[in-house]
């Protein structure tokens, strides 16, 4: 997204993005969408 709009990204911070686990909000985000979907199609 942010090569389309001409920023540079070094390769480096692309690839260490990628290897860190996801952060403690991804995960809290990830379980939060999951219940507002069963409590939606309940």
Same mark, same amino acid.
């Given at each position: 997204?942010?090569?389309?709009?001409?920023?540079? %990204?070094?390769?480096?911070?692309?690839? @260490?993005?990628?290897? *860190?686990?996801?952060?403690?909000?991804? %995960?809290?985000?990830?379980?939060?969408? @999951?219940?507002?979907? *069963?409590?939606?199609?309940?």
């Amino acid at each position: 997204m942010l090569r389309e709009h001409g920023v540079p %990204i070094a390769p480096s911070g692309y690839y @260490a993005g990628k290897a *860190r686990p996801p952060s403690a909000r991804a %995960i809290r985000d990830r379980a939060v969408l @999951a219940a507002i979907e *069963r409590i939606f199609h309940d």
